[in-house]
């Protein structure tokens, strides 16, 4: 047996080889307020419901207390007095729920019915439609601003579309869709329309500028999800799914009397769940308020403000249509004299101290293309590095200038190669067993079995994306499953 000390020791050794989750160094993944006391309440929080069973509130009160009392919280920051819902894990839970209401309240059965979404919505829904049986429609998005594009969307809508969804605002880019324009178009043509605002949602609440219409209030909007890990400063994981509708919100529970053990009713996907996400998040709400998330939120767009305006003072890079919110996108601007690629401009800035994250070029299904880009993510501790990080970014920019991005490892742009000759198809590498899968990968120097806690074995992400732009999506989407399938088992 090993002592408390020596496992915790172990522990935060390990801890010590994460990317930093504090100080504002990685600009995704991570939301950090800059306030130490926020984390310890957290920390108390949810030390004090560590034992709790979230499945059944009956019986742990204070389940349904946290509950009631961070959808009243929510229903007040989106707008809407009369709003229903449900705590849930994170975003990926909330949309895959409100994809579930939506199918169940219109009487979809499983394996029909449709979704009809921007290109730029979150790949959640893509997870939402496999687990449900439910077609997703991408829809190109206006290539300059990265909306959702109502015209496109209209015709992608028929007799089986159950949903239709909009981004408050997307991630890759930040920007905010059209929301009433899809709120009328959800009315005329008779379909629930769901807001994704798990990113920012927390933040756009209290955005000091005002905004277009795109909450609860707009007419059409049947469903709105937020999380409360990101913006809303707590641990993962906790997210709000809000309907305007109590039906719809009740179409989403699984319930059932109908076997001998003691009767279940789930809000959610989870059965047994930990209480942490719903205590931490009550117990950040309660301390901030109004006042303390407009104050964090005015750093946010302040940083924002300063971020874009050293981007656009950069030749060779500019900034992707006209985000709204705590998180853009940057790309090469093709009109410079030198455009800098933005992957190589990461590896640049990741240098200096800062990780970015790299974003592959997409082709929509029109053949219009989302060119490659850099994405960062913007949080209140962003304020106290603001002038590194400025300088960091320039550096960075000077650096790169006139320089290669990684490219794909040699194997597999080989393998890229043989696609794009027809000497092989993307069933014949679908078909590949995990076996030889994994062969592949460590023929083409990516190896899933070395140490997760040494860094210098991390991966190379500049030329995954190479390799991801080389290959057909579906190949890329299956070797990296094996990756980190293998990554996260033991060795033999």
């Known amino acids: 047996m090993n002592s408390p000390n020596d496992v915790l020791t172990e522990l935060r050794r390990l801890r010590s080889t994460d990317a930093p989750t504090h100080g504002g160094r990685i600009l995704s993944y991570v939301y950090d307020s800059g306030l130490a006391d926020l984390d310890r309440l957290a920390a108390d929080a949810a030390a004090l419901v560590q034992p709790v069973n979230g499945l059944d509130p009956t019986v742990f009160g204070s389940v349904a207390v946290l509950e009631r009392d961070l959808i009243s919280f929510a229903r007040k920051a989106f707008g809407s007095a009369d709003a229903v819902g449900s705590v849930t894990s994170g975003g990926t839970e909330s949309c895959v729920l409100a994809v579930l209401s939506a199918r169940e309240h219109t009487r979809t059965p499983a394996g029909s019915g449709n979704i ?242 790299a974003q592959p070029e997409y082709v929509q299904k029109d053949g219009s293309v989302l060119p490659a880009s850099t994405h960062l993510t913007i949080t209140p501790a962003t304020s106290a590095v603001i002038e590194e990080l400025s300088a960091a970014l320039r550096e960075g920019a000077d650096a790169a200038r006139g320089t290669d991005r990684s490219p794909a490892p040699g194997p597999l742009q080989e393998l890229a190669d043989a696609f794009d000759a027809g000497a092989i198809t993307v069933d014949d590498a679908l078909s590949l067993d995990s076996v030889s899968t994994e062969a592949v990968l460590t023929g083409a120097g990516i190896d899933p079995h070395t140490d997760p806690a040494d860094t210098s074995d991390a991966l190379d992400m500049s030329a995954v994306i190479s390799a991801i732009e080389s290959l057909p999506r579906p190949v890329t989407a299956k070797m990296l499953t094996e990756f980190l399938a293998a990554y996260t088992n033991p060795t033999h």
């Open 116 to 357: 009809v979404v921007p290109s730029t919505a979150h790949a959640a829904f893509d997870k939402a439609a496999k687990l449900l049986g439910v077609t997703v429609h991408r829809v190109p998005v206006d290539p300059i601003t990265t909306r959702a594009d109502i015209d496109a969307m209209a015709r992608a809508v028929d007799d089986d579309t159950i949903l239709l969804v909009g981004s408050a605002p997307n991630y890759p880019t930040g920007a905010l869709d059209p929301i009433a324009d899809l709120g009328a178009l959800a009315l005329r043509r008779g379909v629930g329309l769901h807001v994704d605002a798990c990113l920012g949602g927390f933040a756009l609440a209290w955005w000091p500028q005002p905004l277009p219409a795109w909450n609860l209030t707009v007419p059409g909007v049947t469903s709105l999800s937020a999380d409360f890990h990101k913006y809303g400063y707590a641990p993962k994981g906790a997210s709000v799914l809000l309907y305007a509708e109590r039906d719809r919100h009740r179409a989403a529970y699984f319930s059932t009397t109908d076997w001998p053990g003691y009767p279940i009713v789930n809000p959610t996907l989870l059965g047994s769940k930990s209480a942490a996400g719903p205590a931490t998040a009550w117990a950040i709400a309660r301390h901030l308020g109004d006042d303390g998330f407009a104050r964090l939120v005015a750093d946010i767009a302040t940083s924002v403000r300063t971020l874009v305006a050293a981007v656009e003072g950069l030749d060779g890079l500019r900034v992707v249509g006209e985000p709204t919110g705590p998180v853009f996108a940057v790309t090469a601007d093709q009109g410079a004299t030198t455009p800098i690629h933005p992957h190589r401009w990461a590896d640049e800035v990741a240098a200096r101290g800062f990780t970015l994250q």
